[in-house]
C-alpha cells in the first residue's frame, strides 16, 4: 500500500477519536441524541484543530444509515463513503478556491432537490470567510428558508470576515488550540500503533513547534521520522525543525534580494503563524548575512555547509553593498524590536526597510534599458570598445550581471574574454561568476566562450562605472532635496550616512 501522510491516515472518524475540543463535542452529542438539529453549523479555530473533521464527523452522525446518532456506526456504506470522500449527499466546497457567486448560486440550486441517498444534503464550506459579498447573500437567501433537508456546516479560521448576518443563524463553536501536552500524547499513541521508536524530548520539541496545530505536529512528525531514517531522537527532531527555520530565513533573503516586498511579508507571516521568535530570527537573520557576505569574499568558508548549494546562489545574486546594509538594519532592527508596537511589525519594519534602502540596481532583473541610451564613455579605452554594449545584450541576472556591470574588458581574442574587475568587487573574480558570464555570453553568441577574470586597475569603462558618473551629476541634485526631507533626516540619524548616500535614485519620469 502506498504510503499515507499521517495527518490524513489518522484523521479522527468520531467524536471518541477528537483530541480535545470537548466542549464542543458534548453540545454536539447532546443536540443528536435529543434530535434537537439546527440547520447550520459554524466551527471556528486556527488550523489544523479538527473544523474540517468535525464537519465530517458531524455529516455522519446526520447520515448514518442507524439513524440520526452521536455515535455512528463507521460501517453502513454511508459512512465508509463519507470517510472516504465519496457520499454523494456530501458536498464539500473550499470557498478559497469558489468565491463566486455565479458558483454560490449554482452550488444552491441543487440544495432545492431532495438527497440521492442520506437523509439530508450536507453542505460543508471551508474557509468561508473567503466567500465575495456577493456570494454570502446568495448563500443567505437559502440560510434564511433552508429546504428541510439541507444542513450547512461552515468553517473558517477568521470569523470576523463573516457577515453578521450570516453569523447569527449559524450555531457557532469556537475550537480551542492544542495544547502542548495533548499533542505529545498524541503523537505517542500514534507512534506507538506504528511502531516507530521515540525519545520523548523529541515529541515536546515537536509539539511545541507545532504551535497548537494537531496537522503541523502530524506533518512535523512525518518529516522527522524521514529525517531520522525511521526512528525519532531528539537530536534528529532538532535537526530537521532547525533547518526548517533556515529555509524561512534563506528564503526571506532571497526575497529581499530580488526586492520582492510582498513575498519578504509573506514570510513574516508564516513566521508569526508558526510563533517563530522574531527576535531570534534577527540574530538568525544577522548570522546569515555575515556567511553570505564572508562567502562572497572567502567561497571556502562554505566548504563543509550543509545548505552550500542555496546558499552560494544566494551570495552570488546578491551584492556585496546590500549585504552589509541589510546586516546594519538587521541589528538596529533588533535593538529596535522591544520598542515597536509589536514584535511582528517590528520585524516587517525592518524588512520594508532593507527593501526601500537597497543600492540602485541591486537585484534588478529587468531587461536593460536601451543601448541608445548608454552614455559615451568619458575616457575612450579602445581595448574596452563594445563590451558595455555588449553587456547591455546579455541576458544575464545576479551574479553574472554583477560581474559583467563591473568588469572592464582588457582583451578580446575571438571568443577569449580577458576581463579586469576593480580590487573593492575583487569577490567577482571567484570562479562562479565567470562560469555565470560564462553561460550568457556563449547563450548570447552562440558559440563556446572563455571567460577569464582578474582584479587590477580599471579605466571607468565599466557599465558600472559610467552608470556611476552619470548619477553623480543627477545625484548631487536629488541629494539636495532628498537631504532636506524629515523622514530621510530620521533614517540618516540611525543609519550610516554613507548607506543613504549610496541609495539616492532620481525620480523616474
Ligand atoms: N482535534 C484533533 N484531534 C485529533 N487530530 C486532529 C485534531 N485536529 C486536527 N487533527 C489532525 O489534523 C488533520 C487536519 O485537521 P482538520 O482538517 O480537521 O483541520 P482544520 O481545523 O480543518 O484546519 P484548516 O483550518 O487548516 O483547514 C486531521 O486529519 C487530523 O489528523
Ligand atoms: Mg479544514
Ligand atoms: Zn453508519
Known amino acids: 500500500m502506498s504510503y499515507q501522510v499521517l495527518a490524513r ?34 466551527f471556528t479555530g486556527t488550523r489544523g484543530v479538527g473544523k474540517t473533521t468535525l464537519a465530517r464527523i458531524l455529516a455522519k452522525c446526520l447520515n448514518c444509515e442507524t439513524g440520526v446518532t452521536s455515535q455512528p456506526c463507521g460501517k453502513c456504506s454511508t459512512c465508509v463513503e463519507i470517510d472516504a470522500g465519496r457520499f454523494v449527499d456530501l458536498l464539500e466546497v473550499d470557498a478559497a478556491t469558489n468565491t463566486k457567486v455565479d458558483e454560490m448560486r449554482q452550488l444552491l440550486e441543487t440544495a432545492q432537490y431532495a438527497p440521492t441517498k442520506g437523509r439530508y444534503k450536507v453542505y460543508v464550506i471551508d474557509e468561508v470567510h473567503q466567500l465575495s459579498g456577493h456570494a454570502f447573500n446568495a448563500m443567505l437567501k437559502t440560510l ?31 475550537l480551542k488550540q492544542m495544547p502542548p501536552a495533548a499533542i505529545v ?40 521520522i524521514a529525517h531520522g531514517a525511521g526512528r525519532l531522537t531528539a537530536r534528529s527532531a532538532a535537526d ?3 533547518a526548517i527555520d533556515r529555509a524561512f530565513l534563506l528564503d526571506l533573503v532571497a526575497a529581499l534580494g530580488s526586492g520582492e ?8 507571516d508564516d513566521m508569526q503563524a508558526r510563533s517563530l521568535s522574531f527576535d531570534a530570527a534577527l540574530g538568525d537573520l ?29 551570495a552570488a545574486a546578491i551584492d556585496a553593498e546590500s549585504l552589509q546594509l541589510y546586516y546594519q538594519i538587521a541589528l538596529q532592527g533588533r535593538e529596535d524590536l522591544p520598542l515597536a508596537p509589536d514584535e511582528h511589525g517590528g520585524f516587517v519594519m525592518t524588512l520594508l526597510r532593507m527593501l526601500a534602502f537597497r543600492p540602485e540596481g541591486a537585484g534588478e532583473r529587468s531587461e536593460p534599458p536601451a543601448a541608445a541610451k548608454r552614455p559615451s564613455p568619458k575616457s575612450e579605452a579602445p581595448k574596452a570598445a563594445g563590451w558595455p554594449e555588449l553587456v547591455q545584450q546579455l541576458p544575464v541576472a545576479g551574479a553574472a550581471r554583477e560581474l ?20 573593492a568587487k575583487a569577490y567577482l573574480a571567484e570562479r562562479g561568476y565567470g562560469e555565470k558570464l560564462k553561460g550568457a555570453l556563449e547563450q548570447h553568441l552562440g558559440a563556446a566562450v572563455t571567460v577569464k577574470v582578474s582584479v587590477g586597475e580599471i579605466a571607468g569603462t565599466s ?3 559610467l552608470e556611476a558618473g552619470e548619477r553623480d551629476a543627477r545625484r548631487a541634485a536629488a541629494a539636495q532635496s532628498v537631504q532636506s526631507d524629515g523622514f530621510v533626516k530620521d533614517l540618516v540619524n540611525l543609519f550610516d550616512a554613507k548607506v543613504v548616500d549610496s541609495t539616492i535614485k532620481e525620480e523616474r519620469k
Not at 11 to 18: A, E, I, T, V, Y
Not at 145 to 164: N, R, S, Y
Not at 194 to 218: H, I, K, T, Y
Not at 288 to 294: E, G, P
Open 144 to 174: 434564511e428558508e433552508p429546504p428541510e433537508h439541507m444542513k450547512f456546516v461552515l468553517a473558517t479560521t477568521d470569523p470576523q470576515k463573516i457577515p453578521v448576518t450570516v453569523l447569527s443563524r449559524c450555531l457557532q463553536f469556537n
Open 404 to 423: 559583467a556591470r563591473n568588469a572592464e574588458l582588457q582583451r578580446r581574442e575571438g571568443n577569449a574574454f580577458d576581463l579586469v574587475v576593480p580590487k
Open 240 to 242: 530537521m525543525l532547525g
Open 185 to 224: 500524547a498524541h503523537l505517542e499513541h500514534i507512534l506507538r500503533e506504528e511502531q516507530v521508536p521515540a525519545e520523548p524530548e523529541a515529541l515536546a520539541l515537536l509539539a511545541r513547534a507545532a504551535s497548537g496545530s494537531m496537522r503541523d505536529a502530524l506533518s512535523l512528525l512525518d518529516q522527522a
Open 9 to 42: 491516515k489518522w484523521r479522527p472518524k468520531d467524536f471518541g477519536s477528537l483530541v480535545g475540543q470537548e466542549h464542543v463535542v458534548r453540545a454536539l452529542r447532546h443536540a443528536l441524541d435529543a434530535k434537537r438539529l439546527h440547520h447550520a453549523y459554524l
Open 261 to 268: 516586498a510582498a513575498a519578504a511579508v509573506k514570510i513574516a
Open 463 to 465: 557599465t558600472a562605472a
Open 286 to 314: 544577522a548570522a546569515l548575512l555575515l556567511k553570505l557576505a564572508l562567502a562572497q569574499t572567502l567561497p571556502a568558508t562554505l566548504a563543509e555547509d550543509p545548505e552550500r548549494a542555496r546558499l552560494a546562489e544566494l
